[in-house]
């Protein structure tokens, strides 16, 4: 079986300078990488607002996916990192207000810090294009 590999750029300066993708395409499968709230500009959206920060992102990946021929419903796993487990609750209202109708595997993980101190999550994304959902 012969698999195609697409790179994606999002055009963010510092993957070509530190050479990774946003996102890879390997023919159905999906992988949308550890993606931040920085605007083009380098300045922070949402700075210190959880639920806007991941709202903004998983905006991003669903059009990202687009770019890709997927659709949000393609999604099976997004992975939410978070500076402060205090903000589940928000990152789990933005993730519901765009992901409830898919339910996809959805992990929210503690760590230390990112990039940045305004920088509260940090989202991976997979899909598969043409998962079809079949009850269980």
């Known amino acids: 079986m012969e698999l195609l590999r697409t790179n994606y750029s999002s055009g963010a300066p510092l993957e070509e300078k530190a050479g990774y993708s946003r996102m890879v395409k390997v023919s159905p499968f999906i992988y949308i990488g550890g993606t931040t709230s920085v605007l083009p500009d380098g300045s922070v959206y949402g700075e210190d607002d959880p639920y806007a920060q991941t709202r903004y992102v998983l905006e991003k990946h669903v059009d990202l996916l687009v770019r890709a021929g997927a659709k949000k419903e393609d999604v099976i796993r997004i992975k939410v990192y978070t500076t402060d487990m205090k903000y589940a609750p928000e990152i789990g209202k933005a993730y519901s207000e765009i992901f409830k109708p898919v ?20 989202i991976e994304t997979d899909a598969v294009i043409g998962a079809t959902l079949v009850a269980e």
């Open 103 to 122: 339910k996809p595997l959805f992990t929210i993980v503690g760590t230390t810090m990112l990039n940045r101190p305004t920088q509260l999550v940090e």
